[in-house]
């Protein structure tokens, strides 16, 4: 049973760690993104009109938020299974 434990464990850790390679692609977008934006200036944009202007700000918003969406989903998964694999620890300790 430990051993079937173990290899669970090795598959989850697996998982996570392709989960954080995405988020931290994700996160280099995003950084990116807000890069750019703090690169804009103040008064009298000249990139296509104002309207053009927001919906960029729009989207570096969008993504910024799908980012941190991203981070809560991975720990909510690193917590459901971590706590499955306690559970199991715990009723191997007893027996």
Not at 26 to 31: E, F, I, L, P, S
Not at 37 to 66: K, W, Y
Request: aromatic content about 2%; hydrophobic content about 45%; charged content about 20%.
């Amino acid at each position: 049973m430990q051993h079937i434990v173990t290899e669970m464990i090795e598959h989850m850790s697996h998982s996570h760690a392709q989960m954080a390679r995405v988020l931290e692609a994700k996160r280099h977008v995003a950084v990116r993104m807000a890069q750019m934006v703090q690169a804009l200036p103040d008064q009298h944009p000249n990139f296509g009109g104002l309207h053009e202007l927001m919906e960029n700000s729009h989207a570096v918003t969008r993504n910024v938020v799908a980012y941190l969406n991203s981070i809560a989903e991975l720990q909510e998964t690193m917590a459901v299974t971590i706590t499955a694999v306690m559970k199991e620890l715990e009723g191997e300790a007893e027996e």
